[in-house]
């Protein structure tokens, strides 16, 4: 999804296209989807990336809505942040979710680890 967005973004500046309602929902859908963690066993779970994903969709959704003229400048600026948001997302990463926590819990249970990783509060005299 991401790539595509892309690619309608650099057919908008090319002049490939023309930078009109339709492309700009095509580009706001694109940039929508690249920004949700979609995942096949939770399917009504979405996380959005709190990253330069989310600068993709803002800015892709100011240009459809109209707040920001789409002129040559705008649309430069949509390509630039689109390619960063395809190739390099976590380059400016606000992760408050704890995405990163979870991952690192489930791969040392997988690295053969036979017990979860938690810091639990206790200290052996249960019986006070």
């Known amino acids: 999804m991401r790539i595509a967005a892309v690619i309608v ?54 240009l459809l809505a109209g707040t920001v003229e789409a002129n040559r400048d705008w649309l430069i600026v949509m390509a630039a942040v689109t390619g960063v948001a395809a190739f390099c997302p976590r380059i400016v990463a606000l992760d408050r979710f704890g995405q990163r926590d979870r991952g690192r819990r489930r791969d040392k249970w997988r690295r053969g680890r036979h017990r979860w990783d938690w810091q639990w509060d206790w200290t052996g005299d249960d019986w006070r």
């Open 9 to 62: 973004a650099l057919l908008l500046l090319a002049g490939g296209v023309d930078a009109t309602r339709g492309w700009l929902i095509a580009l706001t859908v694109l940039t929508g989807l690249g920004m949700l963690r979609l995942r096949p066993w939770r399917p009504l779970a979405f996380t959005p990336h709190v990253d330069v994903r989310m600068a993709s969709f803002v800015l892709a959704s100011l």
